[in-house]
């Protein structure tokens, strides 16, 4: 079939790894986008590692603070409150009128312009918010009954619970790689926590339970904020839904375990301290709204998978410097797990690089990454947009999938080779064609299109 004026052979548009459009070759209205090249491909993909680190150093920062904190507000060597649930209950709320304060001062920034439905609120939104109640709740009932390296052993399979959650939802496309990666950081783990522990049934039901529910939150909340059309795709927003029902949920549940009628009356709640107890109750809600700012931030451009390994990291972190600050004594077991986990990172971000620079990135004029939905319009908006494929493989020779591949048992884990599948997919993509189509009037002038980057980790 022969090609319009304004399409190009997926082969032609390969050749030399970029195919820029010539101006005079497209309608007036058309911006001058070409695919990314290797070079810039790896140029926004640190770009795009730099922004993320920073947001995960930010994540790190308020979490470390408020781990303090909670070691301060519930240790009966210096404050003692006795409800651990009922402080982070007040968080949630704190939260949602921090996000409500922020969506008031800068609308433009913080209030998208659309809102979910009450059906969407119910179907999608209320399901995340109560999983994500259940899951503090459970965690801290939990450890009534269990000791803390047990309760790390078993939380560390909410890693599983992501990745099972994140191929369910089509939110990671399933991959034996990732998967033996995921397991080879989780094995790290049990190894870095191991030590002698008893095992109690009770406590690894709630434990096991939590996890559950926080992949299903986890993966949940990155549904909410990838959905423009429910008004959540920033993490302000997406905090000013949740919040209320985070907060009645754990209130529910802390008003079940917890005997609120002993505050009344107590120290507490007495003269000065009354005024010291609300201070400490409220204030540290805002260490927690920046924490889930930075938290939803990741999530929104690395994805959930991305966002538990930075978890992951931080536990190697805190215990790789307490042992060096503070000599804590970790056996050969400990260490090996540390050893183990780092390289199950490392892989990670290999596997997400390898994936980055396969896929096909369309640029603007200004080397900025397009972002296209299903529709066709560029960021939500009538607009120029290229009909690619993501699965092409820019970085490789159209010759690598000609010929058959031999499978000789020996290719390693994140080799370049491409197996069957991918060759009998790949030869389908050739035969597509980039498809330019300007929705505009020809002397209508095209709208600027903010930049979308990739995220770092995102496949």
Known sequence: MPLNDHEYSL?????????????????????????????EKKRLWWRNALINLLFIASWFFFSTILSVYNKWMFSDKYFGFPFPLLVTTM?????????????????????PAHSPTKADYGKKAVPAAVATGLDVGLSNLSLKTISLSFFTMVKSSSLIFVLLFAFLFRLEKFSIRLIAVIFLIFSGVLLMVATETHFILRGFILVISASALGGFRWALTQMLLKDKKMGMDNPAATIFWLAPIMGVTLGVVSFTVDDWSSLYGSDFFTGWKAVQTIFFLTMPGVLAFCMILSEFSIIQRAGVVPMSIAGIAKEVTTISISAAIFKDNLTPLNITGVAITVCGIGLFTYHKYRKSLESA??????????????????????????????????????????????????RSLFSADVDEEDAEELRSIRSSKIRWSSVQDAHTPTPSVPPSPEAWLDG
């Open 91 to 111: 968080h949630f709320f704190v939260q949602f009128f921090l996000a409500a304060l922020l969506r008031t001062i800068w609308p433009q920034r913080f209030r």
């Open 11 to 39: 082969d032609e548009s390969l050749a030399g790894g970029a195919q820029h459009f010539d101006d005079e070759e497209m309608h007036p209205g058309d911006p001058p986008v070409h695919l990314a090249t290797l070079a």
């Open 361 to 410: 990135v369309p640029l603007d004029a200004h080397g900025n990454p397009i972002s296209i939905d299903p529709t066709g319009s560029v960021d939500g908006r009538a607009s120029s947009h290229v009909e690619l494929d993501e699965t092409v493989r820019l970085t490789r020779g159209s010759d690598e999938f000609d010929g058959e591949h031999e499978d000789d048992g020996s």
